[in-house]
């Protein structure tokens, strides 16, 4: 049975960075093809993809927020994490994992149940 | 970066109807789109990959079509439990992988 769950906090102040993690069991991120992304959703508003990683440790990033991106694995913990530097109120969102089965055509047939991250001082 | 462009953004349909709902490509993507339905405070759920393939589980009343740049979903009678936001996500080209921005259905 494949399962992702997120975490993190659930409060962060503008300019702090974030960072999340997402605990996966019932996969390996080591078995050729697998990849793990990062998606987020603001309050009423589209899903939006922010990063990816594979299993060969090959990272992809959004392009509008890839300076401010970094993903991450640990195979033996069954974790990705996911930071995020300076902070602003519009990255405001539920911030979800999900597993891509084939890296080569990442579409998500699982997915955590998200966490809200909210920015605010 | 490609561009999905879902429509209608919304609509109202009652159970028993076929509904449509379109999404477009900003180039051609082939057959690489998937479509997923979210219900409120809930991640998204897989419906149809390669534009067609129904997801293991996901009933039959589901149907994908289209290459290229234009893709339907139908859901040929609706239900109550189909009554969510459906987003529709190419992934021919990445990064950027990009979703459309939604359609919302409604009961009438």
């Known amino acids: 049975q494949v399962t992702l769950r997120e975490s993190g906090p659930a409060l962060v102040k503008p300019t702090q960075t974030l960072t999340l993690t997402c605990t996966f069991s019932?996969?390996?991120?080591?078995?050729?093809?697998?990849?793990v992304s990062w998606i987020r959703q603001p309050p009423g508003k589209a899903l939006e993809w922010l990063a990816l990683?594979?299993?060969?440790?090959?990272?992809y990033y959004s392009t509008s927020l890839k300076t401010r991106l970094t993903i991450s694995k640990d195979t033996s913990k069954n974790q990705v994490v996911l930071t995020m530097t300076n902070m602003d109120p519009v990255d405001t969102a539920t911030y979800y994992c999900?597993?891509?089965?084939?890296?080569?055509?990442?579409?998500?047939?699982?997915w955590g149940q998200g966490t809200l991250v909210t920015v605010s001082s | 970066a490609i561009r999905m462009t879902q429509s209608p953004s919304s609509f109202s349909a009652s159970t028993g109807d076929r509904v449509t709902i379109t999404c477009r490509a900003s180039?051609?993507?082939?057959?690489?789109l998937a479509w997923y339905q979210q219900k409120p405070g809930k991640a998204p759920k897989l419906l149809i990959y390669?534009?067609?393939t129904l997801q293991s589980g996901v009933p039959s009343r589901f149907s994908g079509s289209g290459s290229g740049t234009d893709f339907t979903l139908t859901i040929s009678c609706l239900q109550s439990e189909d009554f969510a936001t459906y987003y529709c996500?190419?992934?021919?080209?990445?990064?950027?992988?990009?979703f459309g921005g939604g359609t919302k259905v409604e009961i009438k």
């Open positions: 999900a597993r891509g089965a084939v890296v080569a055509a990442p579409y998500f047939d699982y």
């Open positions: 996500q190419q992934y021919y080209s990445y990064p950027p992988l990009t």
């Open positions: 990683i594979d299993w060969d440790d090959d990272k």
């Open positions: 019932g996969f390996s991120l080591s078995t050729s093809g697998m990849c």
């Open positions: 180039q051609g993507i082939s057959s690489y």
């Open positions: 390669a534009a067609s």
